[in-house]
């Protein structure tokens, strides 16, 4: 099989290129490298099975061999890149979906597109089902990530219904692992990086809001299950395995062995309160769950960063 992996570049992206060279597919990993980086893929250069190519895919989108399928998971994806690249979320989601779609209508490819627990917005109902519609303002400065995979979503679900492209929507719960940045401000790997550093944490708000971390590896084959399924409606891929962020700042330093002062910074607009999938559907539909341990995703992930910061 050929795979294009738009995004390729990416935590998420670089990890699946891994997967589906694993599994035999030859990959084509697609990046303009505005958040990824090569060092994901650095590995892979050489490899008989692994093409780059580096191209901004809100413009139009060219691959001479055939395709069997299309992963979407170009896009910045984390509150500092989105807040710092608002135009660009905006267009990769609506344009770049439009393009790799118009792609996938072409090669008759399967479209698989990575959308996220951010449709869900600051919800209203705990643990979020797919049939959730969300809580989300277009207008606040995390509209911008949310609304343009909600958009995508929908120019997803519109291809397949007028068109007829073969589709699936996962959508991703906090992630974490090797090869997040560790400048990217997310939780992880900002906690990860002041533990080993010694200096105190940044909390934001009390720390009583509550997200739920699932491994990598674990998303990876969430991913490659509901590809291969026929599942066309969207499907949470997470672990709901639910943590305040104050309870995981206690967990990470147990598991570093530190004993660390915490500072507090005022909570983000919009910042979700709760975090946590029902993964029902993902366990009927596809026989999945995540089976990585917070304390073993973790000694991983530190890892990681401490070779990462030479400590």
Same mark, same amino acid.
Not at 11 to 32: P, Q, T, Y
Not at 209 to 232: A, K, P
Not at 264 to 274: A, F, G, I, N, W
């Given at each position: 099989?050929?795979?294009?992996?738009?995004?390729?570049?990416?935590?998420?992206?670089?990890?699946?290129?891994?997967?589906?060279?694993?599994?035999?597919?030859?990959?084509?990993?697609?990046?303009?490298?505005?958040?990824?980086?090569?060092?994901?893929?650095?590995?892979?250069?050489?490899?008989?099975?692994?093409?780059?190519?580096?191209?901004?895919?809100?413009?139009?989108?060219?691959?001479?061999?055939?395709?069997?399928?299309?992963?979407?998971?170009?896009?910045?994806?984390?509150?500092?890149?989105?807040?710092?690249?608002?135009?660009?979320?905006?267009?990769?989601?609506?344009?770049?979906?439009?393009?790799?779609?118009?792609?996938?209508?072409?090669?008759?490819?399967?479209?698989?597109?990575?959308? +996220?627990?951010? *449709?869900?917005?600051?919800?209203?109902?705990? %643990?979020?089902?797919?049939?959730?519609? @969300?809580? =989300?303002? /277009?207008?606040?400065?995390?509209?911008?990530?949310?609304?343009?995979?909600?958009?995508?979503?929908?120019?997803?679900?519109?291809?397949?219904?007028?068109?007829?492209?073969? +589709?699936?929507? *996962?959508?991703?719960?906090?992630?974490?692992? %090797?090869?997040?940045?560790?400048?990217? @401000?997310? =939780?992880? /790997?900002?906690?990860?990086?002041?533990?080993?550093?010694?200096?105190?944490?940044?909390?934001?708000?009390?720390?009583?809001?509550?997200?739920?971390?699932?491994?990598?590896?674990?998303?990876?084959?969430?991913?490659?299950?509901?590809?291969?399924?026929?599942?066309?409606?969207?499907?949470?891929?997470?672990? /709901?395995?639910?943590?305040?962020?104050?309870?995981?700042?206690?967990?990470?330093?147990?598991?570093?062995?530190?004993?660390?002062?915490?500072?507090?910074?005022?909570?983000?607009?919009?910042?979700?309160?709760?975090?946590?999938?029902?993964?029902?559907?993902?366990?009927?539909?596809?026989?999945?769950?995540?089976?990585?341990?917070?304390?073993?995703?973790?000694?991983?992930?530190?890892?990681?960063?401490?070779?990462?910061?030479?400590?």
């Amino acid at each position: 099989m050929r795979t294009l992996i738009t995004g390729g570049a990416g935590f998420l992206g670089s990890h699946l290129c891994d997967r589906l060279i694993k599994e035999g597919h030859a990959v084509i990993c697609m990046d303009n490298l505005i958040t990824g980086n090569m060092s994901n893929i650095a590995h892979l250069f050489g490899h008989e099975k692994f093409q780059f190519i580096k191209h901004d895919v809100t413009e139009y989108i060219y691959v001479e061999e055939s395709l069997d399928n299309i992963l979407h998971f170009a896009s910045p994806a984390s509150p500092i890149d989105y807040l710092e690249l608002p135009i660009q979320t905006l267009k990769v989601g609506s344009l770049g979906t439009h393009k790799a779609l118009g792609l996938a209508k072409e090669k008759n490819a399967r479209f698989l597109l990575a959308s +996220t627990s951010e *449709v869900y917005g600051d919800p209203l109902i705990h %643990p979020q089902p797919e049939e959730y519609f @969300g809580n =989300v303002n /277009p207008i606040g400065p995390r509209g911008v990530y949310d609304e343009a995979k909600r958009f995508a979503e929908a120019l997803t679900m519109a291809y397949h219904r007028y068109h007829g492209v073969e +589709t699936r929507i *996962v959508r991703i719960f906090n992630t974490y692992g %090797p090869r997040m940045r560790i400048d990217d @401000g997310r =939780v992880v /790997p900002a906690f990860a990086s002041q533990v080993l550093k010694g200096i105190p944490l940044t909390v934001f708000g009390d720390g009583s809001q509550t997200r739920s971390f699932c491994y990598v590896t674990d998303l990876v084959d969430g991913i490659h299950r509901l590809l291969f399924s026929e599942e066309t409606d969207p499907v949470n891929i997470g672990n /709901p395995h639910e943590m305040s962020i104050m309870e995981f700042a206690s967990k990470i330093q147990e598991i570093a062995g530190v004993n660390l002062k915490i500072e507090t910074k005022q909570l983000p607009e919009d910042d979700p309160k709760v975090r946590q999938p029902d993964i029902t559907k993902a366990k009927n539909i596809l026989g999945w769950t995540p089976v990585v341990s917070f304390e073993e995703g973790i000694g991983k992930t530190m890892e990681y960063f401490r070779k990462k910061l030479n400590i």
